[in-house]
């Protein structure tokens, strides 16, 4: 639509084809567009591992090259780190921030309690779920994916969101095992613009609701 910023949204760890149909959703009522972070996905490998920070700037160049004005920039469980750094980096190009199922709730700071909390959520996953991610974890290899967990361990989205200089939105599905509500609401209050939205499903809700943050991405804009 006319006069409605784009969406760019950034994948999650290591895999995005999980979020295509919610990104058709976003697709109704304005562009949307989906990026692969180097090394993952779809994308191309980087020179060399990459941290959260470097990720966010890899985004930010995307944005550069894809010169679409002032975007709504959402990420998705760890794509939340991610499109956290690039808000920072180049506020100009974000209208909005959107976290969605954001990472990592200091209840899981560890690999051991990490796993813990996937394993806990995995139960409220649907079943189809792994099945969509195995090609993209296989893609990736273990030992990018180990290293891509311990990159996102040493990065708190709470000491990057404290400055953020756009509105922020967080989003979390009320049967999420691995982000608690009382962390996602205290992100909420820990910008400086933030506001704070329960919506149906999982840590995954995207993949059973596609259409569950269509209207609160529109209620952030209104």
Do not use: K, N
Not at 141 to 147: D, E, F, Q
Not at 153 to 181: I, K, N, Q, S
Not at 184 to 203: F, K, Q
């Amino acid at each position: 639509m006319p006069g409605v910023p784009e969406v760019v949204l950034v994948q999650g760890m290591a895999v995005s084809d999980y979020l295509v149909p919610a990104l058709a959703c976003l697709g109704e009522w304005t562009r949307a567009h989906l990026v692969d972070l180097p090394g993952l996905a779809g994308s191309g490998d980087p020179p060399h591992e990459l941290d959260v920070a470097q990720y966010g700037t890899s985004v930010a160049q995307w944005l550069d090259a894809a010169d679409l004005g002032p975007v709504i920039l959402a990420g998705h469980s760890s794509g939340t780190q991610v499109a956290a750094h690039t808000a920072v980096q180049r506020p100009d190009a974000a209208a909005a921030l959107v976290l969605a199922s954001p990472t990592v709730d200091p209840i899981g700071r560890s690999l051991a309690r990490l796993l813990l909390r996937w394993r806990l959520d995995a139960r409220h996953e649907p079943g189809d779920l792994s099945h969509s991610h195995r090609p993209e974890w296989l893609r990736a290899g273990p030992r990018r994916l180990l290293h891509i967990v311990r990159a996102h361990l040493d990065d708190h989205l709470e000491d990057v969101l404290a400055e953020m200089p756009v509105p922020v939105l967080v989003l979390r599905g009320r049967e999420d095992r691995l982000l608690t509500a009382g962390w996602a609401r205290d992100l909420a209050r820990t910008a400086p613009d933030g506001r704070y939205v329960e919506v149906p499903g999982a840590h995954t809700f995207v993949w059973p609701h596609p259409d569950a943050w269509s209207e609160p991405f529109r209620r952030l804009l209104a």
